[in-house]
Nanobody
Framework: EVQLEESGGGLVQAGGSLRLSCAAS????????IGWFRQGPGEKREVVAC???????????YYADSVKGRSTISRDNAKHTVYLQMNGLKPEDTAVYYC??????????????WGKGTLVTVSS
């Protein structure tokens, strides 16, 4: 059974930091690109960051302009876990953050597998 379990969300003040974790199981981790997406209140889901699959030697990363310079995505292949370190958090970063996996080289809105999400709330 495929599982993507997010953790690390919570309430933080503006300017603070959080590290989200996504623990993956049930599929060949190295063969999948892993992405972080978010959906704020009344907003559509958007991609935040993506890390390419190891097996295709595509270890490049992508960041949305809204988080570029403030966030870092990384993957620990031994632990089958992907992290999203977010610094300088802003109230507009408030959203449910989802981890997703796809067998393609990069990330899209049509990912194969999705986690249930973790809520990040940034107070002003």
């Amino acid at each position: 059974e495929v599982q993507l379990e997010e953790s690390g969300g919570g309430l933080v003040q503006a300017g603070g930091s959080l590290r989200l974790s996504c623990a993956a199981s049930g599929f060949t981790f190295d063969d999948y690109s892993i992405g972080w997406f978010r959906q704020g209140p009344g907003e559509k889901r958007e991609v935040v960051a993506c890390t390419g699959r190891i097996s295709s030697r595509n270890t490049g990363t992508y960041y949305a302009d809204s988080v570029k310079g403030r966030s870092t995505i990384s993957r620990d292949n031994a632990k089958h876990t992907v992290y999203l370190q977010m610094n300088g958090l802003k109230p507009e970063d408030t959203a449910v953050y989802y981890c997703a996996a796809d067998g393609a080289i990069g990330c899209s809105y049509d990912m194969d597998y999705w986690g249930k999400g973790t809520l990040v709330t940034v107070s002003s």
